[in-house]
């Protein structure tokens, strides 16, 4: 199975303004989530209230919401520096969103989700930011980490979500990992014409601007940036209803190679 062709959704031009939806559950039954991009212009608005756990994160630009009978003005200037402005919805809650300026820009993420929680936005504040992988690898893997929504932070959520700003040759998710829910990964590049390449299972995936990958369940999924370009991407889980996302599973094979006091290169 050519798994590129499969889990890689190329978007090399950009989105036009208003909701475009990247994948569907329908379409991707075994992700059990939708995700899209909202691209509004200065004025323009838009209104959702669908049966579903919804998250909109603000990529870019600044927005007027309205929720659950609450105003709140949310601005982000780049991925890179800047942290995020997150809206957490349940089903049936109405969400309207007015742009402030040009090229606003939220993900969209949708799922089923019987349970009733309530409305939050999540700012800079609440964020759990961390830096991984530092000290370790010969620094191969760091990179800054923002957890947004996790089961510790929200258990009532069918989410986990978060970014990863991910400095030029650096690697993430290694040592090789995997996991029982399925994932979604968002990406940016700074420049734009930067790439990265990620390790889905057995095969060998580029990632470049705008590109969004789906990883089906028990997927190997290490990855690294080219050097020179920073990227960032974005990821959400999906929970099971039997089975939450606690953490991945590691391949033992390389479970070495974090180690305090491992010798990167080893003796021959």
Same mark, same amino acid.
């Given at each position: 199975?050519?798994?590129?062709?499969?889990? %890689?959704?190329?978007? %090399?031009?950009?989105? =036009? +303004?208003?909701?475009?939806?990247?994948?569907?559950?329908?379409?991707?039954?075994?992700?059990?989530?939708?995700?899209?991009?909202?691209?509004?212009?200065?004025?323009?608005?838009?209104? +959702?209230?669908?049966?579903?756990?919804?998250?909109?994160?603000?990529?870019?630009?600044?927005?007027?919401?309205?929720?659950? !009978?609450?105003?709140? =003005? #949310?601005?982000?200037?780049? *991925?890179?520096?800047?942290?995020?402005?997150?809206?957490? #919805?349940?089903?049936?809650?109405?969400?309207?969103?007015?742009?402030?300026?040009?090229? =606003?820009?939220?993900?969209?993420? %949708?799922?089923?989700?019987?349970?009733?929680?309530? /409305?939050?936005?999540? &700012?800079?504040?609440?964020?759990?930011?961390?830096?991984?992988?530092? &000290?370790?690898?010969?620094? =191969? !893997?760091?990179?800054?980490?923002? /957890?947004?929504?996790?089961?510790?932070?929200?258990?009532?959520?069918?989410?986990?979500? !978060?970014?990863?700003?991910?400095? @030029?040759?650096?690697?993430?998710?290694?040592?090789?990992?995997?996991?029982?829910?399925?994932?979604?990964?968002?990406?940016?590049?700074?420049?734009? +014409? !930067?790439? &990265? *390449?990620?390790? *889905?299972?057995?095969?060998?995936?580029?990632?470049?601007?705008?590109?969004? #990958?789906?990883?089906?369940?028990?997927?190997?999924?290490?990855? #690294?940036?080219? @050097?020179?370009?920073?990227?960032?991407?974005?990821?959400?889980?999906?929970?099971?209803?039997? %089975?939450?996302?606690?953490?991945?599973?590691?391949?033992?094979?390389?479970?070495?190679?974090?180690?305090?006091?491992?010798?990167?290169?080893?003796?021959?």
């Amino acid at each position: 199975m050519d798994l590129e062709a499969k889990c %890689k959704i190329r978007n %090399k031009d950009g989105f =036009t +303004n208003g909701y475009t939806e990247i994948v569907s559950e329908i379409s991707n039954p075994e992700m059990l989530m939708s995700f899209g991009s909202l691209k509004l212009m200065n004025g323009d608005s838009f209104s +959702n209230d669908e049966q579903l756990e919804r998250i909109f994160l603000l990529l870019q630009g600044e927005a007027a919401l309205v929720c659950d !009978g609450e105003h709140f =003005t #949310v601005s982000r200037g780049n *991925l890179y520096d800047d942290d995020p402005w997150t809206l957490h #919805v349940p089903k049936g809650v109405q969400v309207e969103i007015k742009a402030l300026a040009d090229d =606003t820009e939220f993900t969209v993420h %949708k799922t089923e989700n019987s349970k009733v929680f309530a /409305t939050k936005l999540y &700012g800079p504040k609440e964020l759990r930011k961390e830096t991984r992988g530092k &000290g370790t690898m010969n620094e =191969t !893997g760091t990179r800054l980490v923002r /957890t947004i929504i996790d089961v510790s932070i929200s258990d009532g959520a069918n989410f986990m979500i !978060g970014e990863d700003v991910h400095y @030029p040759g650096k690697w993430a998710g290694f040592p090789s990992h995997s996991h029982n829910q399925p994932e979604i990964y968002f990406y940016r590049f700074l420049p734009e +014409n !930067g790439f &990265g *390449l990620l390790k *889905l299972g057995d095969q060998g995936v580029c990632m470049e601007h705008n590109d969004t #990958v789906i990883i089906p369940p028990d997927l190997v999924h290490p990855q #690294v940036a080219a @050097p020179g370009y920073a990227m960032y991407f974005l990821w959400v889980i999906r929970h099971l209803d039997s %089975k939450p996302y606690i953490k991945p599973d590691f391949e033992e094979q390389h479970l070495w190679a974090q180690e305090p006091d491992a010798k990167i290169w080893p003796d021959r």
